[in-house]
């Protein structure tokens, strides 16, 4: 079935009516999902608290937007396209059709080799939707109809698609071994640590002098295998090594993929409920439980990560502030991972209205945490910085369901693939104190995670 696209068309553009049809199916691994569908558009997102995980094939529908308005705009198209929907199993929170996608780092984001597929809003409804929580499973059909067709003449048929669907699921051949990893051709850093330097000091300079507080720089890795990227080894690996983490997979054209596992919550919205994160401030793991504890307490004593984090803290309340009608700020603590621990403040808010989760999204991104103080200063100076464009590294990713609420990550820890190569990203928090060689370090450790996944051994 041939998908939608809609181009930053009028707002008032009518879709055809959705349609959603569900069966249980408990036994479907997301894996045999989703390597069943090689060739096709694959998503996947799965909570860091594993209560709830989704993966899709296909794209019934495809949403874009550019623009400073992009938010709005993806806004409007989504609630469009849910507005009288036809959701067989309505009351059922894993039968709810969601859209998949995110957004790039800056709404001007132009297109490159990097990400040439990619554009500053990019939504996709999955044809076929695979949720799970617990025990339970379901498997959700995705179209669209005509609004002068009826729903219940259709359902059968829908019913019938599912069924043979399942069947053909739980009859496949098990998967491959889960040691088919990426054979590495090369690796290069473009940025030369003098560059990284001189780009560190540069930013310094500028913060001491006033010009703003803090810039988040970053740097990226260049991966060529010797054949195309293997995505679901990858995401095997993240699953058994970052399971504390907001693990996802965005390929929504065969063989060009942006994934991850970032530990960064941007907001999650519930009706009124917020709930979103202050991160910011690393340091690396200890080798043993004494020696991780020690670092861990010299993270949270350390005057110039305090400092990292507190802005990131203080920016994001203020923005929030006049969204909510409540607003509690939990005690600082570390969140660890196998490789790296942060600086963490859990942040719940009651929303003073429900107005669905993309206006957090755009209050809050980018957070000081990835962009920097102020903002608008910030973004400048990593425009002039950074030689490598960031594409949609450090951005929003996530979902939109039939309600707009929805959960998004910052997407850090994450890299992009295509074909044969994949580009890996990392980047550090400059503030007044920041040392070059100690930024160049950090950003090593938070290079780790998707290096390792992708079968290299940093050295």
Known sequence: MESTSIHDAPINQRYGRLL??????????????????????????????????????????????????????IMAYARELFDGAFVEEENNPLTTPRLFGGFSFRHDFMLDKTWSIYTPAFFALPHYQLARAGSAAWLTINTQIPYNESPETLIPD??????????????????KDAADINALQSIDYPMSYPVWEAMIE????????????????ARAAELRF???????PIL??????????YRFLFEPRPRYAFYGASPELLASVQGRQLETMALAGSAARGDTAETDRRLGDALLANDKERHEHDIVLEKMCQGLSPLTESLEVQPARLLKLSNIQHINTPIHATLAQSAGILPLIETLHPTPALGG????DALRLIRKLEPIPRGWYGAPIGWIDSNSDGQFAVAIRSAVAQESRAWVYAGAGIVADSIPRREWEETELKFRPMLEAHGVLQQ
């Not at 010797?226 to 679901?232: I, M, N, P, T």
């Open 20 to 73: 959603s049809c569900s069966l249980s199916c408990d036994g479907i691994a997301f894996d045999r999902f989703l390597e069943a569908a090689e060739g096709q558009a694959r998503f996947f997102w799965e909570n860091c608290d594993e209560q709830m995980a989704f993966a899709g094939v296909g794209a019934a529908i495809e949403l874009m937007a550019w623009g400073p308005e992009r938010f709005a705009k």
């Open 158 to 175: 829908l019913r019938s698609a599912l069924e043979q669907k399942i069947a053909q699921l739980k009859a496949s051949e098990p998967l």
């Open 202 to 217: 540069e930013a310094t300079r500028g913060i001491r002098a006033g010009a703003l507080r803090k810039v988040v720089l």
């Open 226 to 232: 010797h054949e195309r990227v293997k995505l679901l």
């Open 236 to 245: 095997r690996h993240l699953a058994a090594q970052y399971a504390n983490c």
């Open 373 to 376: 103080d102020p903002r608008p």
